[in-house]
């Protein structure tokens, strides 16, 4: 069974510029999470779809940040204008239907904005 | 909101010798679960097991275990016969309610040989 599949792995950027990174959820399941996790600390959500519907992006900076999960399967997450603060491991999860199930994280993409 | 404490930023342990990772969480909710993810360098997060709320049995998944505490609000995972590659940093999270899942600040586990 394929895993998570995340693109780009690394990404560096200068403050102000956008960039985007994107998932590939494990084929089959229903909810899809994005995390950002800044060195040194534990993941925290940003966003988490069921199918192509949001659940919860209370934690989603929506003056900057937006995802989108097109047909319930990839989905891709964008931050424009991007700021120092923003450099983290940003790590897609899936899992078949709820917080509850074991959620499969992706490699994650390393983003470093100078 | 949920909370996830893991006091623990680093922990070392003899390799064959047995280790305990603390958590504590607090949650206002009735129904919830509570996992430890693995994470090594690669960074790729791995689940080690698995804790439902309302269950008394504490859960073990061959070497792992977990010590359970639903009134004092604690889930510590042990690691029995420690292994080089068990090396990693290690994630409390809880689960439940519109929360979504909340992660700890991690404990690092280093394995000396």
């Known amino acids: 069974e394929a895993g998570v599949a995340q693109s780009p792995r690394y990404k560096i950027i200068e403050k102000r510029q956008s960039v985007a990174f994107w998932c590939n959820p494990i084929s089959g399941h229903a909810t899809l999470y994005w995390y950002q996790q800044i060195l040194g600390q534990g993941p925290k959500l940003l966003i988490q779809f069921q199918n192509n519907g949001v659940v919860d992006d209370s934690q989603l900076p929506k003056d900057r940040f937006s995802a989108e999960r097109l047909k319930g399967v990839d989905s891709t997450l964008k931050i424009q204008p991007a700021k120092l603060e923003d450099s983290a491991v940003y790590l897609c999860?899936?899992?078949?239907?709820?917080?509850?199930?074991?959620?499969?994280f992706g490699p994650g993409t390393r983003l470093t904005v100078l | 909101a949920q909370t996830v404490t893991q006091s623990q930023p680093e922990m070392s342990v003899q390799e064959a010798e047995t280790v305990t990772l603390s958590c504590t969480y607090d949650t206002s909710e009735s129904d919830y679960y509570l996992f430890w993810y693995k994470q090594p360098p690669s960074r790729q997060m791995i689940l080690v097991i698995r804790?439902?709320?309302?269950?008394?049995q504490n859960a073990t998944e061959n070497r792992f275990s977990v010590n359970f505490q639903k009134a004092a609000k604690s889930f510590s995972l042990k690691i029995s016969d420690s292994q080089l590659g068990d090396a990693a940093m290690y994630f409390c999270?809880?689960?439940?309610?519109?929360?979504?899942?909340?992660f700890g600040k991690g404990t690092h586990l280093i394995i000396q040989p």
């Open positions: 804790q439902e709320a309302y269950k008394q």
């Open positions: 999860a899936s899992s078949l239907e709820s917080i509850y199930n074991e959620q499969f």
């Open positions: 999270a809880l689960g439940g309610g519109a929360d979504g899942l909340t």
